[in-house]
């Protein structure tokens, strides 16, 4: 993207982020194992209205390496610690895509009075089944052996539909990238913080704030079926669903994406600002 990263000190470790923009804040949390990359289309058109802030999470990007597990709750805090070092005090917008949306429910739960608004873009509530958390010790085996690059090709065809496959290898090209770039050692450690997060399918029916839940029709990872369920038990929630891409909605469909992300921006501003 070729913006500067200001590198911010974060309970211990130097985190990367990018803030651009100005207006309430609204926060960029990316997906696994990518980094703020991902949000390019989405950092573009909402610094305009926005200040953006789209940080590179412990273990991804560019920011600093912890060895180990890294949990939901770890990324959670370290975002409430960006956020106060930055000086956003007021209440943010916070974007999460699927790792992204699980900090967002610990986010929620240990710093309610900090959110205004929550996206929550392909991703979901529950936790894992025993056979997901099966797959994940064992990616965690083979990235620590053999370094990213075996998972990334794996990985694409759950990440993106296959007509963005096909006919956006520009994508292709740059998950690769993101993917083949990170650390294996922050790839193992958020891959076991993920296997042993919590089920929030109960406590978000206590969420008050408005929420938008969007996901890709062709989604493999988070289908549609999971993110309406989810979505049904928020009680101030809107569903919707972009026809014909996959997980990666944001990348997949950018002027779709921002143009809904826009529409419940402008609904929060009218009940809310
Ligand atoms: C992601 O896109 O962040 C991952 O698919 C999340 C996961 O592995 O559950």
């Given at each position: 993207m070729g913006q500067e990263l200001f590198e911010q000190a974060v309970n211990g470790i130097n985190m990367k982020v990018l803030v651009e923009g100005s207006g309430p804040p609204l926060l960029f949390v990316h997906g696994f194992p990518l980094n703020h990359r991902m949000w390019q289309a989405q950092i573009e058109y909402f610094k305009n209205a926005f200040t953006v802030v789209a940080p590179d999470l412990r273990g991804f990007g560019?920011?600093?390496?912890?060895?180990?597990?890294?949990?939901?709750?770890q990324h959670a805090e370290d975002l409430n610690m960006l956020l106060n070092e930055l000086g956003l005090?007021?209440?943010?917008?916070?974007?999460?895509?699927?790792?992204?949306?699980?900090?967002?429910?610990?986010?929620?739960?240990?710093?309610?009075?900090?959110?205004?608004a929550l996206i929550l873009c392909d991703t979901r509530a529950g936790s894992d089944t025993e056979e997901g958390i099966k797959n994940r010790l064992k990616m965690v085996d083979l990235v620590l052996k053999h370094g990213p690059e075996p998972i990334s090709s794996s990985m694409i065809p759950?990440?993106?539909?296959?007509?963005?496959?096909?006919?956006?290898?520009?994508?292709?090209?740059?998950?690769?990238?993101?993917?083949?770039?990170?650390?294996?050692?922050?790839?193992?450690?958020?891959?076991r913080g993920m296997a042993e997060r919590n089920n929030f399918m109960e406590e978000i029916r206590d969420l008050q704030?408005?929420?938008?839940?969007?996901?890709?029709?062709?989604?493999?990872?988070?289908?549609?079926?999971?993110?309406?369920?989810?979505?049904?038990?928020?009680?101030?929630?809107?569903?919707?669903?972009?026809?014909?891409?996959?997980?990666?909605?944001?990348?997949?469909a950018p002027a779709e994406v921002n143009q809904i992300i826009g529409e419940f921006l402008a609904s929060c501003q009218e009940k809310r600002y």
């Open positions: 560019a920011t600093e390496v912890t060895r180990g597990t890294v949990t939901m709750k005090e007021e209440p943010i917008i916070f974007c999460g895509l699927s790792m992204g949306g699980y900090i967002a429910w610990e986010f929620w739960k240990h710093f309610p009075q900090r959110l205004n759950n990440l993106i539909s296959e007509a963005s496959q096909r006919t956006h290898p520009e994508i292709v090209e740059k998950l690769m990238e993101m993917i083949q770039s990170t650390d294996r050692e922050g790839i193992a450690a958020s891959q704030i408005p929420t938008l839940c969007l996901v890709g029709s062709e989604d493999q990872l988070t289908p549609p079926d999971v993110m309406k369920d989810m979505s049904s038990q928020i009680p101030n929630s809107n569903y919707t669903e972009v026809p014909g891409i996959g997980h990666m909605a944001p990348m997949e």
